[in-house]
């Protein structure tokens, strides 16, 4: 077992230093919330914020309340019927793609999770192993042994996007088209001075998206997005507009989690030796081993949108009808009331893939998340198989160059230097790191 690397930090946080970074999303609290959610979950566990939108926001960081609440109908997350929210928090622009499941209460949303589930199978999942393994491999081969290679883009960003762009029947060229707008989307989404480029995105995916539904429905294959024109569903069939906002989310969620887990999984691991080493000889305890890194520093740090229906009562707390609920997911994975020594990586840690809050909890339980187990599975064993003594390649190995920005809707690496082979890289490989 490891802890977690000591930071001045850890001294502890006054409530109101606490509140004032989650409110303001400072740079510290990007690079490590951890000091600021355990002094929420001690002293105001459901705590009033007020962000620079303007809406009162209750954040969630204890385990026991996250947990009740992912699963409350009384919380909830439907865009139309929280459409002033919705313009505050993410601008006019994009609804086309954002009305999906993710953006739906029942019924609606029930009967497109019901939809997106038949294509979605156990048996379609699992028989994607062998390709999956040979864009790792392929990858890998890519990567150069002789210095230093950023992990991120060689490896953990390229994999989850090829997967879920065969899936979606998104080959080619126009991957690279696709990809190069959702990146504008992506950059733009939170900032008002890049309006123009957000709406011309937007406008550039919807379309394409649509054209690409025609052609399927023209000349279908067996990918996913086939099975979902094809399919006959006993609920209303998907439409052309449900379609290009299903093909959006799967896009979306599809891959920058799945990418930014394996980076963090790497991270983990690379920092905790004990843990590495404990893992490579006894491969049985990847399954668990993946499930406690998920839990240790997932890639979702606060769930997607959420809002209160009416008075919402939990811990002695009223959320008030219509204030946004932002649940500290990677809090409450931190919750020693829930998780003994939870700030300790420790893969004999039992009963996780059923306790941790890593793909959420109730009716909006990540969908995907058994190819995100899969790709992890198969990214981690085809890296310990080739490399098995790869080290961080950064001067400073306790403290990783995480996502920055003014939403911690995220948790992952901007970058990831690794040494896959020690012994064939140069030796002054961390000058300039």
């Known amino acids: 077992m490891t802890t977690e690397p000591t930071t001045a930090a850890d001294d502890g946080l006054a409530l109101h230093e606490a509140v004032a970074a989650a409110t303001k999303s400072t740079p510290e609290y990007r690079q490590c919330p951890?000091?600021?959610?355990?002094?929420?979950?001690?002293?105001?566990?459901?705590?009033?914020?007020?962000?620079?939108?303007?809406?009162?926001?209750?954040?969630?960081?204890?385990y026991a309340d996250a947990h009740a609440l992912l699963a409350d109908p009384r919380i909830g997350k439907d865009m139309h019927e929280g459409i002033d929210l919705y313009h505050a928090l993410f601008g006019d622009l994009c609804e086309a793609l954002d009305d999906n499941l993710l953006f739906a209460d029942p019924p609606r949303h029930t009967r497109l999770r019901h939809i997106a589930k038949t294509a979605f199978t156990p048996r379609h999942i699992h028989a994607l192993r062998p390709h999956i393994e040979e864009l790792a491999h392929g990858l890998l081969d890519r990567c150069p042994t002789d210095r230093p290679v950023d992990l991120m883009q060689a490896f953990a960003l390229p994999l989850p996007v090829m997967v879920i762009c065969e899936l979606l029947g998104i080959v080619g060229q126009e991957r690279t088209e696709v990809l190069k707008w959702f990146a504008v989307v992506t950059r733009s989404r939170f900032s008002k001075d890049l309006k123009g480029d957000l709406e011309e995105a937007e406008i550039w995916l919807r379309d394409y998206f649509a054209r690409h539904i025609h052609r399927t429905r023209l000349r279908p294959t067996d990918d996913f997005l086939s099975m979902l024109v094809e399919t006959p569903h006993e609920e209303e069939p998907l439409t052309d507009d449900?379609?290009?906002?299903?093909?959006?989310?799967?896009?979306?969620?599809?891959?920058?989690?799945?990418?930014?887990?394996?980076?963090?999984?790497?991270?983990?691991?690379?920092?905790?030796?004990?843990?590495?080493?404990?893992?490579?000889?006894?491969?049985?305890?990847?399954?668990?081993?993946?499930?406690?890194?998920?839990?240790?520093?997932?890639s979702v740090e606060t769930s997607t949108f959420r809002y209160a229906l009416e008075d919402v009562e939990i811990g002695g707390i009223v959320i008030p009808k219509g204030a946004v609920v932002q649940i500290a997911l990677s809090s409450a994975?931190?919750?020693?009331?829930?998780?003994?020594?939870?700030?300790?990586?420790?893969?004999?840690?039992?009963?996780?893939?059923?306790?941790?809050?890593?793909?959420?909890?109730?009716?909006?339980?990540?969908?995907?998340?058994?190819?995100?187990?899969?790709?992890?599975?198969?990214?981690?064993?085809?890296?310990?198989?080739?490399?098995?003594d790869m080290v961080l390649a950064m001067p400073t190995q306790a403290e990783g160059d995480w996502l920055k920005g003014p939403f911690p809707a995220f948790r992952g690496l901007e970058r990831l230097p690794v040494a896959l082979d020690p012994s064939r890289t140069v030796d002054d490989w961390t000058a300039g790191n």
Not at 48 to 56: E, F
């Open 34 to 62: 951890y000091p600021v959610y355990r002094t929420l979950r001690e002293q105001a566990p459901i705590a009033k914020l007020t962000p620079g939108h303007g809406v009162d926001t209750y954040l969630i960081t204890r």
């Open 242 to 298: 449900e379609l290009v906002s299903m093909i959006w989310v799967l896009l979306f969620a599809g891959h920058k989690t799945t990418t930014l887990q394996i980076g963090n999984c790497v991270y983990s691991l690379l920092t905790h030796p004990e843990q590495f080493r404990a893992v490579r000889e006894d491969r049985a305890l990847l399954p668990q081993a993946i499930e406690e890194m998920q839990r240790f520093e997932g």
């Open 333 to 388: 994975n931190r919750d020693p009331e829930k998780f003994p020594d939870p700030d300790t990586l420790d893969f004999t840690r039992e009963g996780l893939q059923s306790s941790h809050l890593g793909f959420g909890y109730g009716a909006h339980y990540c969908l995907g998340a058994p190819l995100a187990r899969l790709e992890l599975e198969i990214c981690l064993t085809a890296l310990f198989d080739r490399f098995p």
